[in-house]
């Protein structure tokens, strides 16, 4: 399947070709000849003995355009699940069947006026639904706002639930309802509590949410050689790791112990050494979702999760293209397996030793 856009007077498209379809199938005619109010309207056109689809994308932007400069909060996604869901619906109410649905970012549309909603029905399977939906949500961690609270809690949410391959789009709604009446209910304890004028130190009491938007907080990684060459002060080596140690912030168990790791690389020809200074922290190469950057070309855009607990440290490969590997055993995804000194992770083909 190819994927081009195209301008026409004062027309837009989006034109997919290569796409082996029977244009008869009483499914392609149904969302032909039917108004289905989620789905953009489509056209066939042949040329050159193939068949092309055109989506008119007239005064709508891509999801992927509409969120590369500014984020979503929890309002924009809630919004857009519940578009999912009335696609869903949708699709059930006209007997079609959600693996047609293009769940791609570039492929869901958002209008310029009215921010509506628009999917695109492709005549080809695409698969399983929930697989491609999984893709989508793992977007939503690149295009949330990580100082909205709320969209915090909802992404992280729908990570977890879409590690089952039986989710539905109902178990993410009543998410979201859960989420909402959290809220809710803590304005209405924080009304109460300035009414009766208690005051709370609220240092000593972290929530399990507050503990999450760790989860979405920015570390810039920095190498050795970017050590060198920081613009702000020159310091040696030996200062600027004693810096990062006591500007670090790390986990504190239950029980006041305190717990550092240390992940080195072996095979680079520039070793690098990560101090994570946050649980749990992500790492990958996009520069808007992970709190550690390692930037290869084999390394997805989340790639691997690292958190701590009471019992020690944990990593999890975030569904990555290249795969997570402990002790060159490769991790299935969405599964948190814990690590210990002298263990030794591959992050592709990036090894590094754990101290």
Same mark, same amino acid.
């Given at each position: 399947?190819?994927?081009?856009?195209?301008?026409?007077?004062?027309?837009?498209?989006?034109?997919?070709?290569?796409?082996?379809?029977?244009?008869?199938?009483?499914?392609?005619?149904?969302?032909?000849? +039917?108004?289905?109010?989620?789905?953009?309207?489509?056209?066939?056109?042949?040329?050159?003995?193939? &068949?092309e689809?055109?989506?008119?994308?007239?005064?709508?932007?891509?999801?992927?355009? *509409?969120?590369?400069?500014?984020q979503?909060?929890? &309002?924009?996604?809630?919004?857009?699940?519940?578009e999912?869901?009335?696609?869903?619906?949708?699709?059930?109410?006209?007997? #079609?069947?959600?693996? %047609?649905? #293009?769940?791609?970012?570039?492929?869901?549309?958002?209008?310029?006026?009215?921010?509506?909603?628009?999917?695109?029905?492709?005549?080809?399977?695409?698969?399983?639904v929930? @697989?491609?939906?999984?893709?989508?949500?793992? %977007?939503?961690? @690149?295009?949330?706002? %990580?100082?909205?609270?709320? *969209?915090?809690?909802? =992404?992280?949410?729908?990570?977890?639930?879409?590690?089952?391959?039986?989710?539905?789009?109902?178990?993410?709604?009543?998410?979201?309802? +859960? =989420?909402?009446?959290?809220?809710?209910?803590?304005?209405?304890?924080?009304?109460?509590?300035?009414?009766?004028?208690?005051?709370?130190?609220?240092?000593?009491? &972290?929530s399990?949410? @507050?503990?999450?938007?760790?989860?979405?907080?920015?570390?810039?990684?920095?190498?050795?050689?970017?050590?060198?060459?920081?613009?702000?002060?020159?310091?040696?080596? *030996?200062?600027?790791?004693?810096?990062?140690?006591?500007? *670090?912030?790390?986990?504190?168990?239950?029980?006041? +112990?305190?717990?550092?790791?240390?992940?080195?690389?072996?095979?680079?020809?520039?070793?690098?050494?990560?101090?994570?200074?946050i649980?749990?922290?992500?790492?990958?190469?996009?520069?808007?979702?992970?709190?550690?950057i390692?930037?290869?070309?084999?390394?997805?855009? =989340?790639?691997? &999760?690292?958190?701590?607990?009471?019992n020690?440290?944990?990593?999890?490969? #975030?569904n990555?293209?290249n795969?997570?590997?402990?002790?060159?055993?490769?991790?299935?995804? %969405?599964?948190?397996?814990?690590?210990?000194?002298?263990?030794?992770?591959s992050?592709?083909?990036?090894?590094?030793? =754990?101290?």
């Amino acid at each position: 399947m190819e994927i081009e856009y195209k301008k026409d007077g004062n027309k837009n498209y989006m034109i997919i070709s290569s796409v082996d379809f029977d244009e008869n199938d009483y499914r392609f005619q149904m969302v032909l000849n +039917n108004r289905i109010e989620e789905l953009l309207p489509i056209r066939i056109n042949y040329l050159n003995n193939s &068949k092309e689809i055109y989506y008119d994308t007239t005064s709508k932007i891509s999801l992927q355009s *509409a969120y590369a400069r500014k984020q979503m909060g929890s &309002k924009e996604i809630i919004y857009l699940l519940d578009e999912v869901k009335k696609i869903s619906d949708s699709m059930r109410e006209y007997l #079609l069947d959600m693996n %047609h649905i #293009l769940f791609e970012p570039e492929c869901i549309f958002v209008g310029r006026r009215d921010e509506k909603i628009s999917f695109c029905y492709c005549p080809e399977d695409q698969g399983e639904v929930q @697989e491609n939906m999984r893709t989508l949500f793992d %977007h939503l961690l @690149e295009y949330v706002d %990580h100082n909205d609270r709320e *969209a915090v809690e909802i =992404v992280y949410g729908i990570q977890q639930i879409t590690i089952s391959d039986n989710y539905s789009i109902q178990d993410i709604m009543v998410l979201i309802e +859960n =989420v909402l009446a959290e809220r809710k209910r803590e304005k209405q304890e924080l009304q109460k509590v300035k009414a009766e004028n208690i005051f709370e130190v609220e240092e000593t009491k &972290k929530s399990f949410w @507050e503990i999450l938007k760790n989860l979405f907080q920015r570390k810039k990684y920095q190498d050795e050689e970017e050590l060198e060459h920081h613009t702000d002060m020159e310091m040696t080596e *030996a200062e600027s790791i004693q810096a990062d140690f006591e500007d *670090a912030t790390v986990f504190l168990a239950t029980s006041g +112990n305190t717990y550092f790791i240390t992940l080195k690389s072996n095979n680079l020809e520039k070793p690098i050494t990560i101090k994570p200074n946050i649980f749990p922290c992500i790492f990958g190469k996009s520069r808007k979702s992970s709190d550690y950057i390692i930037d290869s070309p084999v390394i997805s855009r =989340v790639h691997m &999760k690292l958190s701590a607990d009471d019992n020690g440290f944990y990593i999890e490969d #975030l569904n990555s293209t290249n795969g997570t590997f402990l002790n060159q055993i490769k991790l299935a995804p %969405h599964i948190p397996t814990e690590i210990k000194e002298g263990d030794m992770i591959s992050i592709a083909n990036i090894d590094f030793s =754990v101290e």
